[in-house]
């Protein structure tokens, strides 16, 4: 799951894999309380807290350069995650906070599928759902999620 997230970074991006599983195990390991009821609810808390960990770092980095002008990214660059697309994740969090003020749960499957690389019935089992609800609310977010990227990228411009 690291490795996934960190292709999507920019090249000579400061955080290592390595780097970005010890943060993440670091604070699941600082996480009181959890009854861990099965393998997709803990890929489903470790997306949170590498979403978490990435967010904060894009954003200090922004804070750095004042500003930063990071690059606005489309829905489709931020959902292919490959060494070729650096994915801005703190504007494709922006844009999920957003979504989650609308719909939380079409948010928590963007999460769980982007970030926590979790399949259909696994993001079903932790939501508690269907594999069709997930489905269905996956290709909603999506769409609103390219929607709101282009309305701020237009913005931006």
Known sequence: MAR??????????ALQTTALVNEAYLRLVDVKKVSWQNRAHFFGISAQLMRQILVDL??????LKRG???NTLSLEEALIVSPERGADVVALDDALRVLTSIDARRSRVVELRFFGGLSVEETAE???VS???VMHDWKLAK???LRELSVDE???A
């Open 154 to 156: 237009a913005h931006d």
């Open 131 to 133: 594999p069709e609800t």
């Open 126 to 128: 932790v939501l508690k």
């Open 68 to 70: 930063g002008g990071a």
């Open 143 to 145: 769409a609103w999620l």
């Open 4 to 13: 996934r997230y960190m292709a999507g970074e920019s090249p000579g991006h």
């Open 58 to 63: 894009g954003r200090s980095r922004r804070a």
